[in-house]
């Protein structure tokens, strides 16, 4: 399983940017992805994730109602879509997906080391 994040780059605070996770090897349909990011010096830490039937969300507080996420299973595709970026919002961020079939809510979706597989990272930079 190979996971390729992509859609990093640089852009002026309030900008927007739009990551993509394109999954190959195998369809992973049971399972949860996320995204995290590392920013230098800091710990990896969550920032979203969407079940494994898209029809649950979850965001960290610091992202909540500027980040989307979505997924797209015919395209084995998962996105991040970044809005209201702010300087802070600078760091590597990095797809994952982790095994997460039936309940949604049964899992926790915030600790990366709950993840089974992770994508390579793509670098955004917010200049203020």
């Known amino acids: 399983v190979q996971l390729q994040a992509s859609g990093g780059g640089s852009v002026q605070a309030g900008g927007s940017l739009r990551l993509s996770c394109a999954i190959s090897?195998?369809?992973?349909?049971?399972?949860?992805k996320g995204w995290f990011r590392q920013a230098p010096g800091k710990e990896r830490e969550f920032v979203a994730a969407v079940s494994w039937d898209e029809r649950h969300l979850y965001y960290a507080k610091t992202v909540k109602g500027r980040f989307t996420i979505s997924r797209d299973n015919a395209k084995n595709t998962v996105y991040l879509q970044m809005n209201s970026l702010k300087f802070e919002d600078t760091a590597v961020y990095y797809c994952?997906?982790?095994?997460?079939?039936?309940?949604?809510?049964?899992?926790?979706?915030?600790?990366?080391?709950?993840?089974?597989?992770w994508g390579q990272g793509t670098l955004v930079t917010v200049s203020s």
């Open positions: 090897g195998r369809t992973l349909r049971d399972y949860a």
């Open positions: 994952a997906a982790r095994l997460a079939p039936g309940n949604p809510n049964s899992y926790n979706y915030t600790a990366p080391n709950r993840y089974d597989f």
